[in-house]
């Protein structure tokens, strides 16, 4: 998390809480057109809320290349779909997408929008938890599109982890296909970050560590795109080197949309939940006691504490980013 200091391990991350995701929902869809004179698909959705919440926890950092958000509240945001790469634009009247893969994401758009998010089941047990209605988690269905900046995210704080993101996408992704706001990139195909070098690496300030572990990811790209359910990722993730429960967790958070998925090990999560439903900060162990009474929806609890906005009071300065380029 920006400001914060560096987690424990490896594997434990830096995110903050992260964007809780609103309680809106995209309907089925009204109408799926080509604009020739655009050169654009549209698909039309019914969209309560703002979009932007929802789609908040696929940001990564201020600047981020792949995701923009106009003064509007239109949202856009880039990916490497099976098909090629694509822009999408998304309002509250539905999206609108360019490129090889355009048709891909208008496809996906209800379940990233989290049209097809179950909360049944789901119950606010906690008084401090009443009136903020029920969080829908959006999935991109794309793996190692959360991979990369999961791992970048590993021990560091949330800047130091965002300028490497940036750095690297910059010089090794492709242009937004489309009339994408200037600066926007789409993220390249896991064959070019096997071949990154390491002085790239360096230079956007990734130490060898986590070049390793997502080079190494990249081997197996297809394999874990291939998994079935959350359950298959976790373990074929972690049965990879530098991929423990939290990085697991911060993945199919994005890419599964699974509401259970608690990210365990991350430096400020437990300190926030145990703060929010008792008054007291609380270890990990604490946290997963507390949330028991949610199973099957954990992770949208830890997503309900964030939109109370309760944290405990913050002490001492923040710390600042390291910088592995003058190393």
């Known amino acids: 998390m920006e400001g914060s200091p560096p ?7 830096a995110r903050p809480l992260g964007t809780a995701a609103h309680p809106g929902q995209a309907t089925l869809p009204v109408e799926r057109a080509a604009l020739p004179s655009e050169g654009a698909l549209e698909r039309r959705l019914e969209v ?3 979009p932007g919440l929802i789609l908040g926890p696929h940001q990564h950092g201020g600047h981020d ?74 999935r991109t269905g794309r793996v190692f599109e959360a991979l990369v900046p999961a791992v970048l995210e590993q021990k560091v704080v949330g800047r130091e982890a965002w300028r490497a993101w940036r750095s690297l996408l910059r010089k090794y992704g492709t242009p937004a296909p489309g009339p994408a706001p200037d600066g926007m990139r789409v993220m390249p195909e ?3 970050w096997r071949q990154i070098p390491a002085w790239d690496w360096h230079r956007a300030g ?10 190494t990811a ?24 530098g991929i423990g429960v939290w990085t697991s967790a ?17 430096f400020h999560l437990a300190k926030i939940v145990g703060w929010a439903l008792t008054g007291r900060k609380a270890d990990d162990a604490e ?26 009071p913050a002490r001492g300065p923040r710390q600042s980013a390291r910088d592995y380029r003058s190393f």
Not at 206 to 213: G, K, S
Not at 293 to 310: F, K, Q, W
Request: charged share 25%.
């Open 218 to 241: 990249a081997w197996h790209a297809d394999k874990l795109e291939a998994a079935a359910d959350s359950a298959s990722l976790d373990r074929l993730l972690r049965a990879l080197p």
């Open 190 to 192: 896991p064959e070019v």
């Open 65 to 138: 290349p792949t995701w923009r958000r106009a003064a509007d509240g239109t949202i856009w945001r880039t990916c490497r779909t099976p098909d090629g790469p694509g822009t999408l634009r998304v309002t509250r009247r539905g999206g609108q997408a360019w490129g090889p893969g355009a048709g891909w994401l208008l496809d996906s758009l209800p379940a990233l929008l989290g049209a097809d998010d179950d909360i049944s089941g789901f119950e606010v047990r906690h008084e401090v938890l009443q009136g903020y209605g029920v969080p829908r988690i959006g």
């Open 250 to 266: 911060e993945v199919r958070q994005r890419c599964m949309g699974d509401p259970d998925a608690v990210s365990v090990g991350d």
């Open 287 to 312: 946290m997963m006691r507390l949330l028991e009474p949610y199973r099957g929806h954990r992770h949208r609890a830890c997503l309900l504490v964030g939109l109370t906005g309760l944290r405990p």
């Open 7 to 13: 987690a424990k391990d490896q594997d434990s991350g």
């Open 206 to 215: 990734a130490e060898a560590v986590r070049a390793r572990t997502i080079a």
């Open 48 to 50: 309560r809320g703002d």
